[in-house]
Every structure is written in C-alpha cells, then in structure tokens.
C-alpha cells in the first residue's frame, strides 16, 4: 500500500538559512499533519491542513509557515534556521472520514542545522 | 507535567513473554487513544486505536482502556525479536487534529 512520502529525507543547513521540507499523503487522504521529534522526544504537532486550509496549530514557531497545495500535498517552510532547530520532522496524513485518529506518518525529514 | 506520562524503559524481556507497556493521563477530555511503534529511524507506524474503555485486541496486540483511572494499556502476547522497537502511546480530544504523545517505551525483544 501506498505511504506517505517526505523529501528530502535528509537535510544539512546552516544556522539563518532556510528550509523546505515536502509531504505527500497517501492517495486519498485529504488531512495533512506536521510533528517535529527532537533526538530522545516524543513527536510534537506543529500544524494541520484540511482541505488547503489550516485546521489545527501546535507549537510551531514563527519562523515556520506551512501550507497544503490543491493536490494535498504540503510544505513546511523554516527560516531563520537555530541550532535548535535540528529535529526529525514528520508528516503524517489522514482522511476526513477516519478523523484525526487514524494518522498515518511518513518516513521523516532529518534536518541538521549547524 | 507532561499531559501523557510513559515510562521510558528500557525494556527487556525474552522472547516468547507477554508484554504490558502503559501510559497514564491527565486530561479527561482524550477521546481516542491510539498506539504507535517506532522503528529506529522510522516514522511512528500505527498499531491500534480504541475509544471506549475496554479492551481490542488485534492478532497478538490488546489495547486497554480504563478511562476511569485514566489508564491505557498495550500487551504483546508471544512477543518476537522483531518486535524491538519503540512503542509511543498517543491520544487526541475529539475534533481536535494534535496528537498527544507519551514519551515511548524502548522494547527489546531478547532471542
């Protein structure tokens, strides 16, 4: 079965550069969710997209914008790269009908920021 | 405090043992409680989720609910090697789209 996709898989950036992480979600599904799991964390929910509109937000900086294109697949935009920044990013994607319980995550972006 | 509490492990058992991995919570308002393995590397992968309080079992996994106490359970019967990984607890309100995690439990599997 198809699964979630993310690219690029693996990141280097420098501090102040910026970077865009891509999701696509499995055919279908229509809801789009980005975490953020720093080294030994429990993932963190950033943002959510239903229908190209933005449906939930978590604790996602300033820095980081998102949005969900028309055929449902979506960018995670950071700007302003910190240290802090280095994480394993996760997209994850659900249909409506199953609801936010049912979300299917994808492989990861690791980004590196030095 | 965090809002869902899990012990972080590690945890070692033979093969062949039964498993009870769990988590608590603080937030009544959790409606779905769902249970995720996580593979060194990988992304969460999506073993179950319940609602109610209760059990569900699927193949060798039970999930348990006791809502009351704010309790959830996840036993693994007749646990395999490939089994190793580690298993984070999550829970979401109803309407809500954030999932809650816990902060996982690493399990290994011993031959």
């Known amino acids: 079965a198809a699964g979630v996709i993310q690219s690029p898989r693996h990141l280097i950036k420098e501090k102040r550069e910026t970077a865009t992480l891509k999701c696509y979600p499995i055919p279908r599904h229509d809801t789009v969710y980005w975490y953020q799991q720093g080294p030994g964390q429990d993932p963190q929910f950033l943002i959510s997209?239903?229908?190209?509109?933005?449906?939930d937000k978590g604790s996602i900086p300033d820095r980081f914008s998102a949005q969900q294109f028309s055929d449902y697949h979506s960018e995670l935009n950071m700007s302003s790269l910190e240290l802090g920044d280095s994480a394993l990013y996760f997209c994850?994607?659900?249909?409506?009908?199953?609801?936010?319980?049912?979300?299917?995550f994808g492989p990861g972006t690791r980004l590196l920021v030095l | 405090q965090k809002e869902v509490e899990q012990d972080p492990g590690p945890l070692s058992v033979p093969e062949g043992a039964i498993v009870s991995l769990n988590c608590t919570y603080s937030n009544s308002a959790f409606q779905y409680f769902m249970w995720y393995r996580q593979y060194s590397r990988k992304g969460p992968e999506l073993l179950m989720y319940t609602y109610s309080s209760g059990n569900k079992e699927d193949g060798r996994f039970t999930a348990q609910v006791d809502k009351s106490s704010k309790y959830i359970s996840l036993f693994i019967r007749d646990s395999q090697p490939s089994d190793s990984a580690t298993y984070l607890c999550a829970m979401v309100i109803q309407g809500a789209q954030k999932l809650v995690f816990g902060q996982g439990t690493r399990l290994t599997i011993n031959p």
């Open positions: 994850a994607s659900s249909h409506a009908g199953q609801g936010e319980k049912t979300q299917y």
């Open positions: 997209f239903y229908e190209k509109m933005q449906s």
